[in-house]
């Protein structure tokens, strides 16, 4: 828990305080590390496991939310391991919310950290997929 408040406060001090650019590099690649590369957090990670491993039988069979496994058999193809697959949807997911804040505001790092106890941490550590992915093609 310590981890996520200091992040938290970081963040918010790097947009008040004159620090180096590579501060703040610093600070947006341990949030993709810490974010982004957990492995089995969340709760629904065994099921998405089981949905990528079998995906050929769910991409001929299911009916609904093609596209969902219409990615899951492309990425099949490229890359079996899902725990992989998985820190790459994640990281696509935070590079759109970086890139998307960078154009709204200055203090773009502020506004990542104030949505860090708000909406990344169940985005990105207690992993709804589905959500995650139809964000990334918004």
């Not at 996520?4 to 918010?12: C, K």
């Not at 890359?79 to 935070?94: P, T």
Request: net charge positive; proline share 2%; hydrophobic share 55%.
């Amino acid at each position: 828990m310590f981890i996520y408040i200091v992040t938290f406060l970081l963040g918010i001090l790097l947009d008040n305080i004159r620090v180096h650019r590579n501060v703040r590099r610093a600070f947006i690649v341990w949030l993709y590390i810490f974010l982004c590369f957990g492995y089995m957090t969340g709760s629904d990670w065994r099921a998405y496991e089981l949905q990528y491993q079998f995906v050929d039988y769910y991409y001929l069979n299911v009916t609904y939310e093609k596209g969902f496994y219409a990615l899951f058999y492309f990425l099949k193809l490229f890359i079996s391991d899902f725990f992989i697959v998985l820190a790459f949807l994640k990281c696509i997911y935070l590079y759109t919310l970086i890139r998307l804040f960078r154009q709204i505001t200055p203090l773009w790092i502020s506004s990542i950290s104030i949505l860090l106890p708000i909406s990344l941490l169940f985005m990105l550590v207690d992993n709804p997929l589905r959500f995650m992915t139809a964000v990334i093609i918004l």
